[in-house]
């Protein structure tokens, strides 16, 4: 048996196959897993996790305990790695082994032999990690229930600092060595990168963008450790988060959610987190989700000496007994094929610029700006426009947002002014008047200057529409704009342009010089007002309406591609029950969910109305 990806999609010997599981640590030994064997107790939670309807365990490899000295790989350690994945396959249970585990929990449980040196750019450490995956792969590569190779758990923040200063081109030749290696010894097993937030989120060259040489792409869902303002587990943003990642890794390859959880809360919380954000991310695309973790750790050893309460994120309690959110999680997983829906092609792209996740390499750049396009994201799921997130080719999509943009290049410029030529809508927001502005063939009009933010500029106008602004929020400068063949369609208080339309092509930019989404990145603002209107004034410029609809902006509603059976995967991300009516072309329905729970709604096609 083989694990392949094609289409953006994971399969099993030629089948669609969505991992459904966890990551593991046994309890009572903690990551010292492999120096206090337990091969009973191993089995035993394999048994546990196949009677829960799971298919997929992930574990990790400590290399110090594997290789004590360097160049001698202790042979009997690679036998119990083998045991534990022959375990897993007598449990019908496919394996995620993270290689070269070091960090660990906050911690370091480092090889004393490292000695500080570079994983990525020392050639004597890349040569002993050459070595190491070879022994693993020809000790484990021909099990069949052998579904992934990961390259290393956040292995960025092994050395935070030798990670910043590495380059794209560094870290990416790094996973293409170390693939290169597994796939000669292991030919059917996929290799992947298990990534934090920062992969999206932050400047990190370990991210969903720089995985060319990977099969799979994998991201982390805490809300707690994400950048920008989510409020708390149980907020909007919080459930949209992993989601979001997933849609992010999508414009680039196969998104897998290896690690999701949630920390410093209580069960009902972490069980209503789990339900609505698994479900929301099995419906957005994920080819795995993974929680973190099995169960309670019971062991007081490194690193929980120093961090004890990362013990307790399990899905079972130190005695065993389930809590609440494995309940949650099973429910998911016994609707995951339902719930994996195929989408029809939108009508809508949130482009990504070449620059958007660039760290600031000097002055003159502002940073990364992806927290704008997760604010992006939001605004579409809240007005329930169905999108893709594109990192290169936007043929065939009508209109194409662009948000809170800091760095444009000219081969950006040249994708966009295509878009227009051909007749769809690009729209813009600004997210720097120096190197975010577009130029004015395309924006219709020039900068007059840039000036202190005012109450002249504190709102904009669009007809009978109006929205305050935060320019605090931003890093962006008030600007002036002087129109020259560009129509103003919005104001600020003070008589200034702030939207224009511009023809270009055969179709049409639309730009404000407000960072529009940027701004909204302050606690509660973004449920606070119908932010989302905006967006649907825009959509309907481009002549699109949402494929199905709901009055309930906290409500994502999912749309299957399926000429059998429409159906819709229905996700309520409040924190607060909601009664609300799903619209369509051929009809309504009322859907009644808890806080932060979902269901698929059928409708026959024959179907009108009840």
């Known amino acids: 048996m083989s694990f392949t990806v094609r289409g953006g999609r994971l399969f099993r010997d030629g089948q669609p196959f969505l991992a459904q599981g966890v990551d593991y640590h046994p309890s009572e030994a903690g990551c010292r897993i492999w120096t206090e064997w337990d091969p009973e107790a191993i089995a035993q939670d394999f048994a546990g996790m196949a009677g829960a309807g799971l298919n997929t365990v992930r574990f990790f490899v400590f290399w110090r305990d594997f290789e004590p000295e360097p160049g001698r790989i202790d042979k009997e350690m690679l036998g119990r790695l083998r045991h534990v994945v022959d375990t897993a396959a007598a449990a019908d249970l496919a394996c995620v082994v993270s290689l070269f585990t070091i960090w660990m929990n906050g911690q370091l449980i480092d090889p004393a032999w490292r000695e500080g040196r570079s994983l990525w750019r020392d050639g004597d450490m890349l040569a002993l990690e050459e070595e190491f995956a070879t022994a693993v792969a020809r000790e484990v590569g021909g099990c069949d229930n052998l579904l992934a190779f990961d390259l290393g758990d956040e292995i960025g923040c092994v050395d935070p600092g030798e990670a910043a200063a590495s380059t794209l081109a560094e870290v990416a030749g790094w996973q293409a060595r170390l693939a290169a290696v597994l796939r000669l010894e292991a030919p059917d097993v996929l290799v992947m990168q298990a990534n934090d937030a920062s992969g999206v989120l932050g400047p990190s060259p370990f991210g969903a963008d720089n995985s060319a040489a990977l099969d799979l792409i994998g991201v982390h869902g805490f809300p707690v450790w994400a950048p920008g303002s989510i409020e708390s ?62 169960q309670d750790i019971a062991s007081e050893a490194e690193p929980y000496t120093d961090r004890p309460m990362e013990r307790f994120a399990g899905l079972h309690r130190l005695d065993g007994s389930a809590k609440p959110a494995m309940r949650d999680y099973r429910r998911v997983v016994g609707a995951a094929p339902e719930l994996a829906v195929r989408r029809p092609r939108p009508s809508v792209a949130v482009y990504l610029p070449q620059w958007v996740r660039a760290a600031g390499r000097s002055y003159l750049d502002n940073g990364v700006a992806t927290v704008a396009t997760f604010f992006s994201y939001l605004l579409l799921k809240r007005a329930h426009l169905d999108f893709d997130i594109v990192a290169d080719d936007l043929a ?193 329905v009322r859907v009644e969910l808890a806080a932060k729970d979902w269901t698929i709604v059928h409708v026959p096609p024959d179907r009108e109305d009840r």
Do not use: M
Not at 251 to 278: I, K, M, N, Q
């Open 233 to 294: 587990t149980l907020s909007f943003k919080a459930t949209n988060l992993t989601s979001f990642l997933v849609r992010y890794a999508c414009a680039y390859g196969v998104p897998f959610v290896d690690e999701l959880g949630s920390y410093g809360v209580d069960d009902a919380t972490a069980a209503a987190y789990l339900r609505a954000s698994a479900a929301s991310a099995i419906g957005n695309g994920a080819s795995g989700i993974l929680v973190w973790c099995w």
């Open 396 to 588: 065939g999509y009508d209109l194409v947002v662009c948000p809170s943009v800091a760095h444009v290049t000219l081969p950006d410029l040249r994708k966009l002014r295509a878009v227009c030529d051909r007749g769809a809508t690009v729209y813009f927001s600004l997210g720097d008047h120096l190197h975010g502005f577009p130029g004015e063939p395309l924006v219709g009009a020039e900068i007059v200057d840039h000036s202190p933010p005012s109450d002249g500029k504190s709102a904009f106008r669009w007809d009978s529409d109006e929205w305050a602004v935060d320019w605090a929020a931003t890093r962006t400068r008030t600007t002036t704009l002087r129109p020259t063949t560009a129509e103003v369609i919005g104001r600020y208080p003070d008589g200034s342009p702030c939207l224009l339309q511009n023809r270009v092509g055969d179709g049409r930019f639309l730009f404000t010089n407000v960072p529009f989404e940027a701004q909204l990145d302050r606690p509660e603002r973004l449920t606070a007002a119908a932010w989302e209107c905006f967006y649907r004034r825009i959509a309907g410029v481009a002549g699109i309406a949402p494929v199905a609809d709901c009055p309930d902006p906290d409500v994502e509603i999912l749309p299957a591609d399926g000429a059998d059976d429409r159906r819709f995967v229905v996700v309520n991300h409040a924190a607060t029950p909601s009664d609300t009516e799903i619209s369509w072309s051929g009809g309504t």
